[in-house]
């Protein structure tokens, strides 16, 4: 048996001890684990200059080192994200369904842990902690395989959160932070069905691809987010604005970010200006389409590939369109699934655009950056699906069960005289 | 693009028509269906009778020829099925959470189609018309893969189901049976992963894991049933032997049959000769550990894959446990995740049992063959599901939806100034 098979068994062992706690003392075990990782403190700070120094020394990019650095706010931080998620309401247990058939028989449907999840995923170090966190809040094992840019903060904050489940009688490897980062040990991995219940990658469309391209476990992911916005033709103009500047300018790398702005015709002319304006001085990048240009001073033109593009930047795809069928349509040729905004005073457009499209977050005046699990009431987010199987948007705790069938009789069998 | 390619886009299409259908005008659809079944019956006897002969001419055994065989009353039950399905409780647009957060967003969630559903199946005609009729109630399209002695029954039945369709303006692509039968057709199916939402396969082992072993779209399946009944010591003897017997012999090919026996010690004495004789006098052969075995005149010995078989026959492997924890034990290392029974009169023991096992279907006191969506409340069936994602057990309507959700707002943004 390989090490990653070996280890993937250790963790289905110990997930089978999680998921037999209960709610009080999964809450406890969290709580320690959020302890150990304050009591840590020190060693898990020096893991994360060792690998901000390696970082350094190949010439990683300012975004990729801001990512990937902890300092004691971010590590308190994290303690209290795994506290949070300590406080969440427990899903397991939970009954969905409670009906007793014409023969008496009592059907409960109850929520149950998913088993174990592996999580790959790029150089935050927090997504460690917190992954780990909501994963045995549900019951679950976790199978952590980060980045190697992160792996001397990942094994010391490993080493702590074990330490915490060693004392509460838990196996550490019910929280295993691999080590082995070869490519060819991810694909092993990713081929035990039998072990794995479930892997969630987080982080670039291309490292989501490779898992999905080569998983024979299930896979939850979202490639990309193009979301858009579309500003009806009674849509108050003021808050369009604020939506607009909100969805593209609070967070640009975020998938819930703006990509797109469709704009009615009819209030194109009164919009667009008051838009760009307020784009542009937030250094908005405008790619636009014939009919908007004129009123986009500085855009240049849009191409097709910008209507489908994932920015992640502070640009922008703007169209105008004839109505809110045109929106529709233009909406579903382009979609990720994802998160798509209408502005509109109009309520019967308002239900026309949430019914014609299926995307995960469909919203109404509102931004599309509250498009996140802690924003929608979830608690805390392990990731999001725009696969439209289990789960479909953003996946709290909820995400992480799975109902299953209790039934219980006084003897009823199905033929009854045989 | 292939011919398999453009049937898929077609239906994909068609399913977008079919979700934009209200509960009324589905529920009009599914009946105008039934009774396209009825007015057609003409045309599908003669293609089953094609698809008979052929069955013949090959020396195709009886059960299957059986599971292939239509006539009238199979054929107006096939219809009445449809029927049934129309009047099922619609889960699309059910709300499943509705809460306003602190901001005054209103979260909710709410149920939507999955898209399309990929059938793979074997020779029972009749799942061509209930599994199409589930998909379009559920608002899918759906793709029917049948098993090619079913060929022209499975035509026969598209094409009354096409003409329903087409009185009702959805296209007819949204019900798309397959007729390029070839395994690379069917691979070439099952790599269409924008395109097909979900695959469920339905029938042998062999071809369940061809299609999870090959698929890049999700797969919902089961590969087994092998379940458990465990007679615990406290358990009512008389109720305990008619759940055994109902359990392996009134369908011993169904997969939510009896495939082991667990016998507590203590009342293994007297439950085992009464269970041995209900057995042997339905002609079921008992396969038995040494303990058991001296109890149960003309059983043979147990081997180890016998405790893991499926043996979809008169056959049973019993053996004698300890304690409700060597039950749990035992199962744990030969369950399937399909459905296992407990009898006993003990609370205390009926709890362990369903909280230690994480099985599809833990039952107190009931038959086995109760596992089934239909005698669990679902309505009607789809399949089963033993992967513990999206679904777990016995799949009705809910199964084929997704919740994603709807947020609507008064112009709240994230960052309040920017």
């Known amino acids: 048996m390989s090490d990653i098979e070996q280890q993937a068994r250790a963790c289905r062992a110990a997930a089978t001890m999680v998921a037999g706690l209960d709610t009080a003392q999964r809450g406890a075990l969290l709580r320690a684990m959020a302890a150990a990782l304050e009591s840590n403190a020190g060693q898990i700070l ?70 174990v999840i592996a999580m790959i995923y790029e150089a935050r170090p927090n997504v460690t902690a917190e992954a780990a966190a909501l994963c045995l809040r549900a019951g679950n094992g976790v199978i952590l395989r980060g980045g190697s840019e992160a792996i001397h903060s990942n094994t010391a904050i490993a080493a702590a959160l074990g330490s ?56 939850i992911k979202h490639y990309k987010g193009v979301c858009h916005l579309f500003v009806d033709a009674s849509a108050d103009v003021a808050q369009a604005v604020d939506l607009l500047v909100d969805g593209k300018c609070s967070r640009p790398s975020a998938c819930n970010s703006l990509e797109t702005l469709l704009v009615h015709r009819d209030i194109a002319g009164e919009f667009l200006p008051r838009a760009g304006q307020a784009l542009a001085s937030r250094g908005v990048e405008l790619r636009a389409d014939a009919l908007s240009q004129p009123l986009l001073p500085g855009s240049t033109s849009a191409s097709d590939e910008d209507y489908a593009a994932e920015f992640l930047d502070l640009i922008i795809a703007v169209k ?47 931004s599309s950056r509250f498009s996140d699990g802690g924003q929608l009431g979830l608690g805390s987010e392990i990731g999001i699906s725009t696969t439209r199987l289990h789960a479909y948007g953003p996946m709290g705790l909820e995400a992480l069960t799975v109902e299953r069938f209790v039934v219980r009789g006084e003897g009823q069998v199905r033929t009854a005289k045989m």
Chains 1, 2 share one sequence.
């Open 320 to 366: 105008v369109v004839d109505d809110v069928e045109a929106a529709i349509a233009h909406i579903r040729r382009y979609t990720s699934d994802h998160t798509e905004v209408i502005a509109t005073r109009d309520a019967a457009n308002a239900e026309r655009f949430i019914h014609a499209l299926q995307s995960a977050v469909v919203m109404v005046n509102t």
């Open 46 to 115: 020096a893991g994360n200059a060792r690998d901000l120094a390696a970082a350094r020394a190949k010439g990683i990019g300012n975004a990729m080192l801001d990512r990937l650095m902890l300092d004691p706010s971010r590590l308190f931080a994290m303690a209290e994200a795994v506290r949070e998620v300590a406080g969440l309401p427990d899903p397991v247990g939970q009954v969905t369904r409670d009906d007793v058939r014409p023969n008496g028989i009592r059907v409960q449907k109850v929520r149950v842990p998913l088993g």
């Open 164 to 219: 915490a489940l060693a004392a509460h009688g838990v196996p550490e490897a019910a929280v295993t932070v691999l080590t082995d980062l070869r490519r060819e040990a991810m694909l092993e991995l990713l081929q035990l069905h039998e072990l794995i219940d479930l892997a969630i990658p987080r982080g670039g469309e291309g490292l989501i691809r490779f898992v999905a391209e080569h998983a024979r476990v299930p896979v």
